[in-house]
């Protein structure tokens, strides 16, 4: 079945660094969405992107999907302590239901001030 | 402010007792989800409903939990009988969902169902 992977599984960074996740999925993806949980919390969806190749930004985050549809990224420009938490990608394959989305493992990330 | 209302926010239960976690998704929203999290499995989809009718419900165990809209404004999903095993926060989330999935409408989590069988 559909898998979704995200690396890194843990990131610690220094506020004012910059941080990366990676999100890559054994199926091409109709399109895919990334959200934050704040420990303790739910799932707060950030964005979702369609197109090949798209980049799309909200104030210090960049989030972009790869060329083939299978893969995506999210980046935090200079990090603060607000964006604690776990950070999510979630994929719906062009195989699979309409809204049938697989959450990535998500990647955990620690600011340290 | 809409959003998503679950209930109960936390059970703690006996095994072999029956859970029934309840949501109430954003009116006008036409897609529920439910998701177990725990920490080694992550994220799991376990059933969806669009216009109240089951869609998919393979993530699910079949012979003991079952999922249900009775109505537009609620969800269950219930566990019969319960297993240490099913521990985990249950979330429901609702979006309003199109042909092709939800092109740029936000998907909204409720808070979780936290349950502990003991």
């Known amino acids: 079945g559909q898998q979704v992977m995200q690396i890194p599984q843990y990131q610690h960074v220094q506020e004012g660094e910059d941080f990366t996740t990676y999100c890559n999925s054994s199926?091409?993806?109709?399109?895919i969405q990334w959200y934050k949980q704040r420990p303790g919390g739910h799932p707060v969806f950030l964005i979702q992107l369609v197109k090949s190749g798209e980049v799309k930004k909200q104030k210090r985050l960049t989030f972009q999907f790869g060329e083939a549809k299978k893969n995506s990224s999210l980046h935090i420009t200079a990090t603060q302590t607000t964006d604690v938490g776990t950070y999510f990608c979630?994929?719906?394959?062009?195989?699979?239901?309409?809204?049938?989305?697989?959450f990535g493992t998500g990647t955990r990330l620690k600011v340290l001030a | 402010d809409a959003r998503v209302t679950q209930t109960p926010r936390h059970k703690v239960t006996e095994m072999g007792q029956e859970v029934t976690m309840r949501c109430q998704p954003i009116?006008?929203?036409?897609?529920v989800f439910w998701y177990r999290q725990t920490m080694m499995q992550g994220l799991e989809l376990l059933a969806y409903?669009?216009?109240?009718?089951?869609?998919?419900d393979s993530g699910m165990p079949k012979d003991r939990f079952s999922a249900e809209m009775p109505d537009a404004t609620l969800a269950t999903l219930k566990i019969q009988p319960s297993e240490p095993r099913d521990s985990a926060v249950y979330f429901c989330?609702?979006?309003?969902?199109?042909?092709?999935?939800?092109?740029?409408?936000?998907?909204?989590f409720g808070e979780g169902s936290w349950l502990t069988v003991v």
């Open positions: 009116l006008g929203h036409n897609t």
């Open positions: 979630a994929g719906r394959s062009t195989t699979s239901g309409t809204y049938k989305y697989i």
């Open positions: 989330a609702s979006g309003l969902g199109d042909k092709t999935g939800f092109s740029g409408n936000t998907i909204y």
């Open positions: 409903f669009r216009n109240r009718a089951p869609l998919d």
């Open positions: 199926t091409t993806l109709s399109n």
